[in-house]
């Protein structure tokens, strides 16, 4: 990748991305971003706007800032590891989950498969805080609260499916939390070290990382003060009322709840902090067929497989393997037909072009101090059409 590139099509970019985020930051949506575009292997912007942090101090926000990735979790790690298990021969897409956790047959999964979970498909709820007691059942009973991952899968595991496996798409957390604790019986190893060794250390990404230390803090986004939002959502269901909530401001220390209190900050759903740079260099080796600079981690048919339309016929748009494809919001409208990317609750995106070569990493802080609403959605669409109407010209 070569660093800030300059032409009319990137001076374009940078205008509109500068009118669009400062737009943003005028309308509350988040108090600051990093964008990086990338055409090919030029830089087309990489600009920072706004804060890091406002509370209880500012910080501006830098070009090194390293942000709390969320859900890009799945796709630049979890899914990766999966892809690279499935070229190792280690697993079969198809295979059903029950054949190495036979537990979770139970309730109607007995035929979700491997690529169920990476597709969205599985019939798993989208989210549970599984740190806390289950909600209610007919007989008056709770699942209980878990503790770690490996209690979190067994709970998973004895959930009934909403629908058949394959019938419907419903975005669930759950299913990735069985594929990243797949990864670990798979390989023996922790997501933290095969992320390193194979995806994260290869590609040459040295901010991205699980569980960033203390000395990274001062170079973290500010995320949510306390557990506010999921706090609320658990008051709302009854439960929590007695639960050790974090009061404190999280910077460095990942946001959602399920990553922290069942994984330390280590999971297959979330918990990869890491900068805009970096986002953008996986986009681009993503683009690239699963290859940057001489070191390749995918292979291109691989990737290709990834990215195509997994769930035809299935409402609603469709899926790839741990990707969203064209037609979700996420990509607007001015995106080509084969563009694919992936969101982050605490303010995250990234955006693959293949057509135009363009990869688009927009970071934001719009947790911070607190989760306000859900403007970012619409914003990411808004955001995207004009960037890509300014490359186009």
């Known amino acids: 990748m070569e660093r800030d590139h300059d032409s009319r099509a990137a001076r374009r970019v940078r205008e509109a991305v500068r009118g669009l985020i400062t737009d943003g930051l005028a309308r509350g949506i988040f108090p600051g971003a990093v964008v990086v575009i990338v055409q090919g292997r030029r830089t087309l912007v990489h600009q920072t706007f706004g804060h890091a942090q406002v509370t209880p101090r500012r910080r501006e926000m830098r070009r ?23 070229e190792r021969g280690v697993i079969d897409l198809d295979t059903h989950v029950a054949a190495f956790l036979p537990r979770f047959a139970a309730g109607g999964k007995e035929t979700v498969t491997i690529r169920h979970l990476l597709t969205h498909t599985a019939g798993l709820p989208g989210w549970e805080m599984l740190y806390l007691p289950g909600l209610r059942r007919g007989d008056g009973t709770r699942a209980p609260a878990c503790r770690s991952i490996m209690e979190a899968v067994a709970r998973i595991c004895a ?10 798409i419903e975005y669930s957390d759950l299913g990735f939390i069985v594929l990243g604790y797949l990864v670990e019986r798979l390989t023996g190893q922790s997501l933290v070290t095969y992320a390193h060794r194979h995806i994260f250390g290869p590609l040459g990404m040295a901010s991205m990382r699980y569980t960033p230390p203390r000395s990274w803090r001062s ?4 995320t949510e003060l306390g ?24 910077r460095g220390e990942v946001h959602d709840g399920n990553a922290w209190h069942l994984g330390r900050g280590v999971a297959g759903h979330a918990g990869v ?25 995918l292979r291109s048919e691989t ?13 609603p748009p469709p899926r790839g393997l741990g990707w969203a494809l064209r037609g979700w919001p996420i990509l607007g409208t001015r995106a080509s037909s084969t563009a694919f990317g992936h969101t982050g609750f605490t303010g995250t995106s990234v955006v693959i072009d293949p ?26 669409s808004a955001f995207h059409d004009p960037v890509i109407e300014a490359y186009d010209g």
């Open 159 to 168: 959930t009934p499916a909403t629908v058949p496996p394959g019938q419907a």
């Open 273 to 297: 902090f890491g900068t805009a740079w970096d986002v953008a260099r996986f986009g681009v080796a993503t683009l690239s067929g699963g290859a940057l600079q001489g070191v390749r981690i």
């Open 227 to 250: 557990n506010t939002y999921e706090r609320t959502k658990a008051a709302s269901l009854d439960v929590g009322r007695r639960f050790a909530w974090r009061s404190y401001l999280l």
């Open 303 to 315: 990737v290709a497989e990834a990215t195509r339309n997994q769930t035809s016929g299935v409402r």
């Open 355 to 380: 057509a135009r070569s363009l990869v688009i990493a927009l970071l934001t802080n719009r947790v911070h101090p607190h989760v306000a609403d859900d403007k970012i959605v619409q914003f990411r």
């Open 219 to 222: 170079r973290c986004a500010a």
């Open 64 to 86: 090194a800032t390293v942000f709390d990735l969320a859900s890009l979790t799945k796709p630049i790690a979890t899914t990766t590891a999966i892809l690279q298990l499935w």
